[in-house]
């Protein structure tokens, strides 16, 4: 997901990220997931934002939790514009 956002509209730093195996308190593990730098905060949150919350948020919530749909819709039209909440560019480590 953000990771395919990303290398469509900052194919530049699409590779800036570290894999590493992220453990769970109860002994799951996720292989291959992706670190990104701190430096890259602005534009994930400008993802989930304006691309996650208002394109896939209320699909999601309908396969897995369909009860919380409604609430998703408030608040997605709750979000201020997209040009009200603009990324914060990326700053070069």
Do not use: C
């Amino acid at each position: 997901m953000f990771s395919v956002w990303l290398g469509e509209n900052h194919p530049d730093l699409a590779g800036r990220f570290v894999p590493y195996t992220h453990l769970f308190p109860d002994g799951r593990q996720a292989n291959d997931v992706r670190a990104y730098p701190n430096s890259m905060l602005g534009m994930f949150r400008d993802y989930v934002i304006n691309i996650w919350m208002r394109e896939q948020a209320p699909k999601y919530f309908a396969r897995v939790d369909p009860p919380a749909v409604p609430f998703v819709e408030q608040v997605v039209a709750a979000l201020p514009a997209k040009e009200a909440y603009p990324a914060i560019a990326a700053a070069e480590d």
